[in-house]
Each structure stands twice: as structure tokens, then as C-alpha cells.
């Protein structure tokens, strides 16, 4: 079956950095868009970043353009957050859904991550 398993998540200072990670096995189909979601309590399940199956290109939120990096190596998404604020504190999800990356809904993907906190102290 699919399985996408995130890491990386942690407790970091404003301003900091930190990088989460997901693996995804189980895919039996191609290409595939990976994207980079985040919920915080009481609010919904947002768009972060997504990029392509080769790769070459990503998408960003405008909360984290500039600040976050999106990239992929196979079957493996990474997100690396610099410059982190107290409001990028949530559950970070990687997500897989079909081509093209051009999608921020996550009724577009379909296949999600157990989640991995991150926190940000101001």
C-alpha cells in the first residue's frame, strides 16, 4: 500500500531553520506531483509548496515564498524552512497527487503523510 512518512519536525527559535523530509513507497503510478501542506490548531489544512515530477518546477504560498525551499529527489520531497516565524507553527503533511504541480487544494491530492510538528518560539 502507499505510504508517505515525514521527519524532521521539531521545536526551533524564530528566525531559525529546520528541514523536513518524506519518503513515499507503495506509488504504483507516474508522474506525480508532491506537494507540502500545514494545519494549525483550530484553522485548516493549507498549501504550502508543491513541485513536479522532474523536479523543475515548484510552487510556493506567499506566506513562505522567499523563505521556504521546496525540493525532490524520487520518491522523497524535502522542505527546508529558513527564516522561520511563530506563525509558521502546524503539522506539516507531505501529500502525493497527479501532474501538473500546479495545485494548492487538498482535495487535489491523494495520498497524505502522518504529519510532523513543527514549532516555532517567538
Known amino acids: 500500500q502507499v505510504q508517505l512518512v515525514e521527519s524532521g519536525g521539531g521545536l526551533v527559535q524564530a528566525g531559525g531553520s529546520l528541514r523536513v523530509s518524506c519518503v513515499a513507497s507503495?506509488?504504483?503510478?507516474?508522474?506525480?506531483?508532491m506537494g507540502w501542506f500545514r494545519q494549525a490548531p483550530g484553522k485548516e489544512r493549507e498549501f504550502v509548496a508543491s513541485i513536479s515530477w522532474s523536479g523543475s518546477t515548484s510552487y510556493y504560498s506567499d506566506s513562505v515564498k522567499g523563505r521556504f525551499t521546496v525540493s525532490r529527489d524520487k520518491n522523497a520531497v524535502y522542505l527546508q524552512m529558513n527564516s522561520l516565524k511563530a506563525e509558521d507553527t502546524a503539522v506539516y503533511y507531505c501529500?502525493?497527487?497527479?501532474?501538473?504541480?500546479?495545485?494548492?487544494?487538498?482535495?487535489?491530492?491523494?495520498?497524505w503523510g502522518q504529519g510532523t510538528q513543527v514549532t516555532v518560539s517567538s
Open positions: 501529500a502525493v497527487g497527479p501532474s501538473p504541480a500546479q495545485r494548492v487544494s487538498p482535495s487535489q491530492y491523494s495520498y
Open positions: 507503495g506509488l504504483t503510478f507516474s508522474p506525480y506531483t
